[in-house]
C-alpha cells in the first residue's frame, strides 16, 4: 500500500512570497489532513477535509494560508504572502478507519524556510 | 494554549535501560490517547494508544500506564535499544478518535549503544 506522498520535500524562499505544497493521500482514505510542525514542537492542526468539503480550518490563518481539495483526492495548501515565522515542516495525514479509533497515516512532509 | 504537556524535553538512555516520558492533560473531554513515534525526516507513526476505560496497554517493549484521576498518561519502553532513539509524542482527542488530535511537544531520545 502506497504511503502518503507530498511535494516538494524542501522550500527555500524569501518572506513575502508564494509558496504551495502538494499531497496526495492513501488511496481511498476520505478523510485528510494538513499539519504544521515548527521545529522542537509537536503538530498543530492547520485543516481537515472530509472527500472535498472542509470540516475544520478554525487554526488556518486566512489572511495568507489557503488550501483546496479538489476532487476529494489531491490537496494543495497555499501560503501567500509568507513569514518568517512560517518556517516549519508541513504534514499532510490521511485518516484510515483501522477499529473503532481510526489510525492516521502522515506523508514524510514539506519542510519550509522563510528567509 | 497547550492542552497537552509532555516531558522531560529530551532523554538519554543506555541501551537495556527503561524510557518512560510522562504527559499531562487538563480537558476531561479527552478520550483517546495515543502515542507518535517519528524518525528524522519521516513524518509521525503510530505508535500505540490507550483509552481510559484501562489503565495500561502492553504491547511489546511498548507499555501506556494511565491515570485518570491524576489526568496523566506515560509511555515505557522497556529494554530500550539504539534503534528506538527518536521523537515520541503524545496525543489527545475527543470523540474517541484519531480525528482533530492535540499533540504534545515532543521528547527526543537517544538511546547509547
Known amino acids: 500500500e502506497a504511503g502518503v506522498a507530498q511535494s516538494p520535500r524542501y522550500k527555500i524562499i524569501e518572506k513575502r512570497q508564494s509558496v504551495a505544497f502538494w499531497c496526495n493521500p492513501i488511496?481511498?482514505?476520505?478523510?485528510l489532513y494538513w499539519y504544521q510542525q515548527i521545529l522542537g514542537q509537536g503538530p498543530k492542526l492547520l485543516i481537515q477535509f472530509q472527500n472535498n468539503g472542509v470540516v475544520d480550518d478554525s487554526q488556518l490563518p486566512k489572511d495568507r494560508f489557503s488550501a483546496e481539495r479538489l476532487k476529494g483526492v489531491d490537496s494543495t495548501l497555499k501560503i501567500q504572502p509568507a513569514k518568517l515565522e512560517d518556517s516549519a515542516v508541513y504534514l499532510c495525514?490521511?485518516?484510515?478507519?483501522?477499529?473503532?479509533?481510526?489510525?492516521?497515516?502522515f506523508g514524510e512532509g514539506s519542510r519550509l524556510t522563510v528567509l | 494554549q497547550q492542552q497537552v504537556k509532555q516531558s522531560p524535553q529530551s532523554l538519554i538512555v543506555q541501551k537495556g535501560g527503561i524510557s518512560i516520558i510522562n504527559c499531562a492533560y487538563e480537558n476531561t473531554a479527552f478520550d483517546y490517547f495515543p502515542w507518535y513515534q517519528q524518525f528524522p525526516g519521516k513524518g509521525p507513526a503510530l505508535l500505540i494508544a490507550i483509552r481510559p476505560d484501562v489503565s495500561e496497554k502492553k504491547e511489546g517493549r511498548f507499555t501506556i500506564s494511565f491515570n485518570k484521576s491524576a489526568k496523566q498518561f506515560s509511555l515505557h519502553i522497556m529494554d530500550s535499544q539504539p534503534g528506538d532513539s527518536a521523537t515520541y509524542f503524545c496525543?489527545?482527542?475527543?470523540?474517541?478518535?484519531?480525528?482533530?488530535?492535540?499533540f504534545g511537544k515532543g521528547t527526543k531520545l537517544t538511546v547509547n549503544p
Open positions: 495525514a490521511s485518516l484510515a478507519f483501522r477499529g473503532a479509533a481510526g489510525e492516521l497515516f
Open positions: 488511496s481511498g482514505h476520505a478523510t
Open positions: 496525543a489527545a482527542s475527543i470523540q474517541g478518535g484519531s480525528e482533530k488530535l492535540v
